[in-house]
């Protein structure tokens, strides 16, 4: 078993990899890497590199939504 902490998760949280026998490392580091991405912590850290208004995140969901409905609809294609 692998237990790797990670800082900023959640307190006193850390990612846990089960490895079977026979396993290498390269398949270790390949469930590593898929459980740290769903943590969302590297998305974070990009989100806080610079400040983003209230106003303009809002404006940002809204018009995403709005794209969102229209591609449900069929208003808009891929």
Do not use: H
């Not at 692998?2 to 949280?13: G, M, Q, R, S, V």
């Not at 026998?21 to 398949?27: N, Q």
């Amino acid at each position: 078993m692998l237990y790797i902490c990670l800082p900023k998760l959640k307190e006193n949280e850390m990612l846990i990899v089960q490895v079977k026998e026979g396993d290498t490392i390269e398949k270790a580091l390949k469930k590593f890497k898929k459980k740290f991405e769903k943590t969302g912590v590297v998305k974070q850290l990009r989100a806080r590199k610079q400040f983003t208004k209230p106003s303009v995140r809002r404006r940002e969901e809204i018009i995403k939504a709005v794209y969102k409905q229209k591609l449900q609809n069929g208003e808009i294609e891929k």
